[in-house]
């Protein structure tokens, strides 16, 4: 992949400092570094105001077709988008799942009245999305999900738990894997159901974090009712329409997530270089390490979307997804750990009430996540050796719920 940046991409990019430095004033200044991963309860009605204003000047689903409400953007100009709005410390936006996963979904996959009825609220940020996946006894093993759903006359009843549900508690609307042909097994029989949670069939419960955030919920589905026509692609077929989102997952997006990360290091550099330990030598080459791997994560990132983009299903391509997430995954928990080395006994306490911490002290704590979520380590690392190098594959439960390995 060429890395250079032509003319027209130089000027987009100027473009787009630009903007965000006209528009994030007056109360939206306020909102400079606010929300992200376990901090998205801070101003969250302040921060949908703000994604409601970038949809107003054209700034959502930049890589969506012109014909389905996006601005039709190449993949550089959404890399160079989302890299300058981490460099502007532009609030954490509200509506990922429903901009990045759920609606690229509905057009591949979606009905032309789904698309029709779904797509303009997600561009204008007016109805907010949750991902149904993850059940107590299906997390990583995906294929496992037991919370089911059977039809009656025009809607589908809806029964059964899911958890780790990010932003349910503040969302409308929630994609529901659920098994809706009776007796099937593992992948068989699943359907994908596009669930209203504003109805007495829905309970959802916030799970408070290590870092006092709770932005994880767990999600009750007792006789929850959708139309009939809320199913994505053809019932009992809903794997594929699963899969298929999830390729989705770990967009352009992650290019502003980079970013992010490294200026989170930067606070670190600051913060030893002001308290003196810098000047230790061990810790020194730590932050030297800290400071490589950054340029590494781009670079590969932009190749594995490059390689996705031109539909290759090579390592580069294939596997590029789980190889990117074991590496930002592990480097991002290691610099928690460094946050923590370099603030020292400072590190141990909090700045005043429970759970007042100050960056570094969220950094790691979160940071212990990374590994775990969105596809533990453990997994990665298995789909990359029977996917991509052909290992033999592991062993496989008897019971559809007596594993916890990976989605498959």
Known sequence: MDLTYSAAEQSFRAEVRAWLGDHLTGDFAALRGLG????????????????????????????????????????????????????????????????????????????????????????????????????????????????????????????????????????????????????????????FLMVPLDQEGVEVRPIEQITGGSEFNEVFFTGARTDASMVVGEPGQGWGVAMGLLGFERGVSTLGQQVGFARELETVVERARANGSYDDPVLRDRIARATAQPAVLRVHALRGLSAVTAGSDSAAGGGAASIAKLVWGGWHRRLGELAMQVAGADGLTARGAAYDLDPH???????????????????????????VLGLPREPRPTSPTASTQGAR
């Open 361 to 387: 002290q969220r950094l790691f704590l979160f940071s212990r996540a990374d590994t775990i979520y969105g596809g533990s380590d453990e997994v990665q690392r298995t789909i990359l050796a029977e996917r």
């Open 36 to 191: 992200g991963p376990g901090r998205d309860h801070e101003a969250h009605d302040e921060r949908l105001a703000w994604n409601q204003h970038l949809a107003a000047h054209g700034w959502t689903a930049l890589g969506w077709p012109v014909e389905h409400g996006g601005r039709g953007l190449s993949l550089m100009e959404q890399v160079i988008f989302h890299e300058e709005y981490a460099r502007a410390d532009a609030p954490a936006r509200v509506n990922h799942l429903g901009e990045e996963l759920l609606g690229p979904t509905l057009i591949a996959f979606g009905t032309p009245e789904q698309q029709q009825r779904f797509l303009p609220p997600i561009v204008a940020a007016t109805e907010l999305w949750c991902q149904g996946y993850s059940e107590p006894g299906a997390g990583s093993d995906l294929a496992a999900v037991q919370t089911r759903a059977r039809l009656e006359g025009d809607q589908w009843v809806v029964d059964g738990q899911k958890v780790w549900t990010s932003l349910a508690h503040l969302s409308q609307w929630c994609f529901v894997i659920a098994r809706t042909e009776p007796g099937s097994q593992r992948h068989q029989g699943l359907s």
